[in-house]
């Protein structure tokens, strides 16, 4: 999930305007993170197979 779309349960606004200490402290944390973070499990297993795959068949036609 994206930070973009949470809203504070401390303050009720949306977590990317900051609006409390809670909102910047989580969005600093989520920033952190870096850009695969935000990916859940599966979605990155998905990407570890398919780069896999890739891999196998340009290895396959190689010519030798």
Do not use: F, I, S
Request: hydrophobic content about 45%.
């Amino acid at each position: 999930m994206t930070y973009d779309r949470l809203v504070c349960a401390n303050c009720a606004g949306p977590v990317t305007e900051g609006r409390c200490r809670v909102c910047r402290a989580h969005r600093e944390r989520l920033e952190q993170q870096g850009p695969l973070g935000g990916l859940n499990p599966v979605a990155l297993l998905t990407l570890v197979v398919l780069l896999l795959a890739a891999m196998a068949l340009v290895a396959t036609y190689q010519p030798a």
